[in-house]
């Protein structure tokens, strides 16, 4: 039999080019077999690697010269890897009836990745940080890492979506051979596809079939001289992040995806005349709003007018607010095929099932956000680990339900209870330093102060509304010389005490106490922070020893901080606060900086 027939309406090999569907009509039924019903399947006939890898020798040319190594570099380095990422995916297609859904899909798909992503490679500086010399010695590293990332990163598929039969009905065992082998073994001539119902995306299954692809030599080869390039390959081939580290072959990677499905769905767009949705493309929105998150301060979960809000009933992402951030970030990330209508963005989700929609007729929810007048619209993720379990720190959910309508109070009752909970809040809690008797005693000669009026007992506080003085307006001052991350951070943390947002910070007897969680929460490290800060000296040192850090009682909890100089906050009276003394009852915990 003619392994070419089987491909029956396409070009041939040596015209083939990438990005035309590999359309592979599934092989019409023996004319003397008689005729049945409901039909029988007349699966996938089998063949060799190399009469596989010949439908495709145009594409394999082209791969070599973009490649540019001598005949036995390219043999040693590529050849062998698509020898054997062929004999382990033999002609299965690539999806049930979407993209590269004909025979040997998933094949051509793999390789039309790697050459785009090996294209890709040139002008590519992936070492930044390298000496000339090392980037020299470990760019063709980078770029034989980079074919292998395409060619294996749609590999998973093998493992989660398709359930592979010989013609006897026995089960191909995945995790423990490649395909061709297996139907050698049975001697069996055809082999059936069974595709899995609702099959989850679970690229990390792709790494159980990389050691019947990838050398063991070539992984040492590429982790020869370096610790970077073999876990940037396989977290690109799992999907999994790298963190604080730019994956630059995982961006070329996904680019040349977007690109090759495009063109694909394309060609079937123009044969069949129906445009098909981009399911692919979900894995592009999920990223983008980890991205965003992440990197993005109008993104903070709960944070002032944020984009992100998580509750005890679930996370909820603002729309259609959000949806223009994450088209112009992937814009700027020049991927084709991504939609521009929040309508068609919220079916692809909905498709995916990365949301939960609110009915079958309505996709978004309306939510209460604390200090917001009304309702505003959000779409609910299924999950809010989708986007939370990527950063460092995740954050606490609110203590309410985003769903439950709340009252909301007149402007006299929201004052009072603003100031009342501003007061307390100001109040001084913490024990580790005793002079505050002194300042008591000091200060009875002034004239009475909103902290002064928080010491008194709650009992004699009879205020009428009309009466209320609206606490000072607190913000940060610092010298322009900090960091501009640590100055937003702090900023947006002090600003906290005139009302927006949840209390992130609170005044001690020695300053202003910073838990080390609200600058986590806002992607800042800790310790260049407190490194940066102490060089400014604007950190409170506290004995013993000097310790930069503090464990005080925020929020019912005991956690870890520093504490910020008073003359740094706009709204403290300096003269109000002293130096720590070494009688303390606080616990110090931390690093001495």
């Known amino acids: 039999m003619v392994f070419g027939s089987l491909f029956s309406g396409r070009r041939s090999a040596g015209h083939d080019t990438p990005g035309t569907r590999n359309e592979a009509a599934t092989p019409a039924p023996d004319a003397t077999a008689p005729l049945t019903y409901p039909p029988l399947d007349p699966g996938f006939p089998t063949h060799s690697v190399d009469d596989i890898l010949s439908v495709h020798s145009d594409l394999i040319r082209r791969i070599k010269l973009a490649y540019g190594a ?34 040997g899909g998933l094949l051509r798909m793999g390789l039309e990745i790697a050459f785009y992503s090996l294209q890709a490679t040139d002008g590519q500086i992936f070492s930044g940080r390298s000496t000339i010399t090392n980037r020299r010695q470990l760019e063709p590293r980078w770029r034989h890492a980079t074919f292998i990332a395409g060619l294996c990163s749609q590999i998973h598929r093998t493992l989660s979506h398709v359930l592979v039969t010989d013609d006897k009905g026995n089960a191909w065992p995945a995790y423990l051979g490649p395909l061709t082998d297996w139907l050698q073994g049975q001697r069996s001539h055809r082999f059936f596809v069974r595709w899995i119902a609702q099959a989850q995306e679970t690229r990390t299954l792709g790494v159980f079939s990389l050691p019947h692809i990838i050398p063991a030599e070539t992984l040492q080869l590429l982790a020869h001289g ?8 396989m977290a690109s081939i799992s999907g999994m992040p790298i963190y604080r580290d730019h994956n630059i072959l995982d961006q070329l990677v996904r680019h040349a995806t977007a690109l090759v499905i495009d063109r694909d769905l394309q060609a079937s767009t123009d044969r069949t005349g129906k445009p098909q949705l981009g399911s692919h493309l979900a894995r592009y929105l999920i990223d983008a709003l980890r991205r965003l998150v992440q990197c993005d301060s109008a993104w903070a979960p709960n944070a002032d007018k944020s984009r992100i809000w998580y509750g005890q009933d679930g996370l909820f992402v603002v729309w259609p607010n959000a949806a223009a951030e994450i088209t112009g970030l992937l814009e700027t990330d020049r991927l084709p095929g991504i939609p521009k209508s929040p309508a068609t963005i919220l079916d692809i989700l909905a498709d995916a099932e990365v949301i939960a929609p609110r009915n079958p007729s309505q996709t978004t929810w309306p939510i209460y956000p604390p200090g917001v007048m009304g309702p ?50 100001l109040e001084p809690k913490s024990d580790f330093n005793d002079v505050i008797s002194q300042q008591e005693s000091n200060e009875q000669n002034k004239a009475p102060s909103v902290i002064d009026i928080a010491k008194r007992p709650r009992a004699d506080q009879d205020w009428p509304d009309a009466a209320i003085t609206v606490p000072t307006t607190f913000s940060f001052n610092a010298p322009l010389r900090l960091n501009p991350a640590v100055r937003s951070a702090l900023t947006d943390i002090v600003d906290t ?18 838990p080390l969680a609200e600058l986590e929460r806002r992607q800042i490290d800790t310790s260049m922070a407190i490194r940066t800060l102490s060089d400014l000296e604007m950190l409170v040192s506290h004995p013993p020893g000097k310790v930069k850090t503090v464990t005080h009682d925020f929020g019912g909890n005991k956690v870890l901080g520093i504490v910020i100089t008073p003359q740094h906050i706009s709204g403290f009276d300096p003269s109000d606060f002293a130096a720590p003394s070494p009688a303390t009852g606080s616990s110090h915990a931390g690093p001495q900086i």
């Open 70 to 103: 001598d005949h036995e570099t390219y043999s040693n380095d590529l050849e062998t890897v698509m020898h054997r990422y062929a004999g382990y995916v033999n002609l299965l297609p690539a999806t049930a009836n979407n993209y590269f859904s004909g025979p």
């Open 226 to 233: 370096n610790s970077i390039i073999v876990p940037h390959m």
């Open 376 to 425: 505003i619209e959000a779409v609910k993720l299924a999950s809010p680990n989708l986007v939370l379990a990527h950063l460092a720190a995740a954050p606490s959910p609110l203590p309410i339900d985003l769903l439950a309508p709340r009252a909301m109070p007149g402007p006299a009752s929201s004052t009072h209870q603003r100031a009342s909970t501003q007061l307390s809040l």
């Open 497 to 514: 005490l005139n009302g927006h947002g949840a209390y992130a910070c609170c005044r001690v007897p020695a300053g202003l106490f910073v």
